[in-house]
T-cell receptor
């Protein structure tokens, strides 16, 4: 069974602080995605990483895919209250399935 | 058009009611999905449609019945639901069967009373 683990599960920080969220698995994936979800809304795709060692930047967010394509990290610089939400990593398995990690609930306090 | 549209946004139904959730996309995506999400949990896959045919059913109870009338529309028919079926139901679509990610709708918040 392919599983994704995320850490930490919950994170509460002050505005302006930096943070890193991790997504890990024992399986190798062809791609890994990060989503942000706000309460009562659907997840919104932030980025997809495909190549081992790949680093992508989206404004204050930096995403990294592990060399072995089993893990990924999301780093946020100078967090803002608008970054508050549930951060989900997801990976494509075989048979057209995408599995989700349990999520990291981030709260940025003004 | 880069959106997935779900209706209704909220639905309250009794355990003997029959209702339907609707999902529409005009991005030409050939894969469409239904997910169920409970509070503070990740989305759980229910059904996958590939080229308008049901390709995956994740052992979902028969009180949930999916339908794909054409490449742009996806329905989820609900009948005799239980209170524990109350959740956020999400529709998603993908051009590449999830390899580069999904586009999700904003969901239908379902409450079964």
């Amino acid at each position: 069974t392919q599983l994704l683990e995320q850490s930490p599960q919950f994170l509460s920080i002050q505005e302006g602080e930096n943070l890193t969220v991790y997504c890990n698995s024992s399986s190798v994936f062809s791609s890994l995605q990060w989503y942000r979800q706000e309460p009562g809304e659907g997840p919104v795709l932030l980025v997809t990483v495909v190549t081992g060692g790949e680093v992508k930047k989206l404004k204050r967010l930096t995403f990294q895919f592990g060399d072995a394509r089993k893990d990924s990290s999301l780093h946020i610089t100078a967090a803002q209250p608008g970054d508050t939400g549930l951060y989900l990593c997801a990976a494509k398995t075989s048979y057209d399935k995408v599995i989700f990690g349990p999520g990291t609930s981030l709260s940025v306090i003004p | 058009d880069t959106e997935v549209t779900q209706t209704p946004k909220h639905l309250v139904m009794g355990m003997t009611n029959k209702k339907s959730l609707k999902c529409e996309q005009h991005m030409g995506h050939r894969a469409m999905y239904w997910y169920k999400q409970k509070a503070k949990k990740p989305p759980e896959l229910m059904f996958v449609y590939s080229y308008e045919k049901l390709s995956i059913n994740e052992s979902v109870p028969s009180r949930f019945s999916p339908e794909c009338p054409n490449s742009s529309l996806l329905n989820l028919h609900l009948h005799a639901l239980q209170p524990e079926d109350s959740a956020l139901y999400l529709c998603a679509s993908s051009q590449d069967f999830g390899l580069y990610g999904y586009t999700f709708g904003s969901g239908t918040r379902l409450t079964v009373v």
